[in-house]
T-cell receptor, first 111, second 113 residues
Framework: KQEVTQIPAALSVPEGENLVLNCSFT??????LQWFRQDPGKGLTSLLL?????REQTSGRLNASLDKSSGRSTLYIAASQPGDSATYLC??????????FGAGTILRVKS | NAGVTQTPKFQVLKTGQSMTLQCAQD?????MSWYRQDPGMGLRLIHY???????DQGEVPNGYNVSRSTTEDFPLRLLSAAPSQTSVYFC????????????FGEGSRLTVL
């Protein structure tokens, strides 16, 4: 059974710092990996989608990498801002149209 | 562009009552799914559908029923609510099976007393 772990569970940083969120998964037979953002009381917004054949994806200040062989993905946020404060979740896409989610990292960026 | 719309946003039920959570999408997505989110556990897949007339079970299907009569709608039915079903429920859709970006609704917060 696929298990997805996110470390750290919570992170508090001053504005302007570059930071890395980690995601690990136990079964490398995945179709893709997605990073989501969730604001309190809201739904999830897709940030980056990496197909299994890709190594990384970039969008603005965000960069996500994927290493299937080691079962790891990282989300890099450059020059963090208070507006980046949210919960970040990673999810791996498996055969059968199923996403398996991690529990998330709660990020707080202090001004 | 409405995207994925869920109703109701909040609901309180008594144990044993039944209800339906509605989900509609206007993006012509073939794939639709229901997740529940509980503190510290991430999101868990309840049921999903790859097209009208086709549904399948996810990780935690017991106590829930779904149907997909149209491409747009994917309702989730609680047959006899239990306190363990207190959760936030999310509907999500995608244009491509397996490889597409997933779009989520705003969620439905359900409390079962």
């Amino acid at each position: 059974k696929q298990e997805v772990t996110q470390i750290p569970a919570a992170l508090s940083v001053p504005e302007g710092e570059n930071l890395v969120l980690n995601c690990s998964f136990t079964d490398s037979a995945i179709y893709n990996l997605q990073w989501f953002r969730q604001d309190p009381g809201k739904g999830l917004t897709s940030l980056l989608l990496i197909q299994s054949s890709q190594r990384e994806q970039t969008s603005g200040r965000l960069n996500a990498s994927l290493d299937k062989s080691s079962g790891r993905s990282t989300l890099y946020i450059a020059a963090s801002q208070p507006g980046d404060s949210a919960t970040y979740l990673c999810a791996v896409g498996e055969y059968g149209n199923k996403l398996v989610f991690g529990a998330g990292t709660i990020l707080r960026v202090k001004s | 562009n409405a995207g994925v719309t869920q109703t109701p946003k909040f609901q309180v039920l008594k144990t044993g009552q039944s209800m339906t959570l509605q989900c509609a999408q206007d993006m012509n997505h073939e794939y639709m799914s229901w997740y529940r989110q509980d503190p510290g556990m991430g999101l868990r897949l309840i049921h999903y559908s790859v097209g009208a007339g086709i549904t399948d079970q996810g990780e935690v299907p017991n106590g829930y029923n779904v149907s997909r009569s149209t491409t747009e709608d994917f309702p989730l039915r609680l047959l006899s609510a239990a306190p363990s079903q207190t959760s936030v429920y999310f509907c999500a859709s995608s244009v491509l099976v397996n490889t597409g970006e997933l779009f989520f609704g705003e969620g439905s917060r359900l409390t079962v007393l």
